[in-house]
């Protein structure tokens, strides 16, 4: 995914925010990957609603670790935030809601489910993420 998404970038500046947002929300089925805010390693997150649904087999969890995070700093992580659900969608229980510049703990599913939402509105200039995920066995 981080290669198709270096490609993306790199097309002369056609349209980049539409072909970021086509990178916004996906099903991801490796044993481990990247996934990252739109237009990363930019900065730009203007009005953006984004999921990423991972999955991996039956009998392992999955190990969440941000590498990169930077979001809006506000104390009720209302105009941009990431919401982390412990489940296939979002209606699993909520694992926790995350903005500001601190990084999120490592989150470790109960399942072989997670459900990671990017909510954004507004002009923010200065926000930005990236997390990696791998499966766990043995749980």
């Not at 349209?15 to 900065?43: D, K, Q, R, V």
Request: glycine share 8%.
């Amino acid at each position: 995914m981080h290669g198709e998404f270096a490609c993306i970038l790199g097309i002369n500046g056609l349209n980049l925010f539409t072909l970021a947002i086509s990178a916004c929300s996906e099903n991801l089925f490796n044993m481990s990957g990247y996934f990252f805010s739109p237009s990363f390693p930019g900065y730009y997150l203007d009005d953006m609603f984004c999921a990423w649904y991972i999955t991996v087999p039956p009998g392992y969890v999955i190990n969440l670790k941000f590498q990169e995070f930077r979001l809006k700093d506000d104390p009720m992580c209302e105009n941009c935030f990431l919401q982390i659900f412990d489940g296939r969608d979002k209606t699993a229980p909520i694992k926790g809601r995350f903005c500001g510049y601190m990084y999120p703990p490592i989150l470790v599913s109960s399942s072989n489910h997670f459900t990671v939402v990017l909510s954004c509105s507004g002009n923010l200039h200065k926000a930005r993420f990236k997390a990696l995920y791998y499966a766990v066995g043995g749980m």
